[in-house]
């Protein structure tokens, strides 16, 4: 696609499920970003991919959180045990840059709704 | 804790008038970039902002980069209807280039 996509669109899920979210980057773009967008508000920014490592996990919420990103190319974040509190929009964003390389335009995916019953 | 600081969290306008954002960091950015984002929608790149002082425009959009990076503002002048949605900041710290901070947004709504 000539796009960022995000599987699924929507997910509802039971409180204490692991859900498994999918991100596919526009083709060729080297960083990936993950967001979590809480109703009405801004961007909180999760964690950077540059090809296929995250020199910072450190944006994640808590341990029930992790992302892997393989062949530089998809990605999936993982939430473990879901909690109510991590109900949620979360967006994808991929964008070329070279590591350390001044930043590009991040083409966003249309997002994942996540809500934890 | 919040990293990229964005005033005003609303703004409501009556189509014609003039809006601004303003977004403010405690620490030098790299850069900054401004995106849009409509009710429903995903944010969209509007412009990136790199040197120190920089002035941009995009048509009645007036972006500008603080002397010492750690400030920035959007402008529109005679708003419309279609300028209707959230304005976002977000820059990465020169000092720290594994994180990207959006500020919290400024929702912008205009009365025909």
């Known amino acids: 696609g000539a796009g960022v996509s995000q599987s699924p669109s929507n997910k509802v899920t039971e409180k204490g499920k692991d859900v498994e979210l999918r991100c596919d980057p526009i083709?060729?773009?080297?960083?990936l970003y993950w967001y979590r967008q809480s109703l009405g508000q801004g961007l909180e920014f999760l964690i950077y991919f540059q090809g296929n490592s995250a020199p910072d996990k450190s944006g994640l919420p808590s341990d029930r959180f992790s992302a892997e990103r393989t062949g530089g190319s998809v990605s999936t974040l993982t939430i473990q045990r879901t909690q109510q509190e991590d109900s949620a929009v979360y967006l994808c964003?991929?964008?070329?840059?070279?590591?350390?390389?001044?930043?590009?335009?991040?083409?966003f995916g249309p997002g994942t709704r996540l809500t934890v019953l | 804790g919040q990293q990229v600081m964005q005033i005003p969290q609303y703004q409501h306008v009556q189509e014609g008038e003039d809006f601004t954002t303003y977004c403010n960091s405690s620490?030098?950015?790299?850069?900054i970039q401004w995106y849009k984002q409509r009710p429903g929608g995903h944010p969209v790149f509007l412009i990136q902002l790199v040197k120190s002082g920089e002035v941009k425009k995009q048509k009645r959009l007036t972006f500008q980069f603080g002397e010492a990076k750690k400030n920035s503002s959007l402008h529109i002048t005679a708003t419309q209807t279609t300028d209707v949605g959230t304005y976002f900041c977000a820059g990465r710290l020169a000092n720290n280039f594994n994180k990207f901070y959006f500020g919290s947004g400024t929702k912008l709504n205009v009365k025909p």
């Open positions: 620490t030098t950015l790299s850069n």
């Open positions: 083709s060729g773009h080297t960083a």
């Open positions: 964003a991929s964008s070329f840059r070279l590591s350390g390389g001044p930043d590009n335009e991040q083409f």
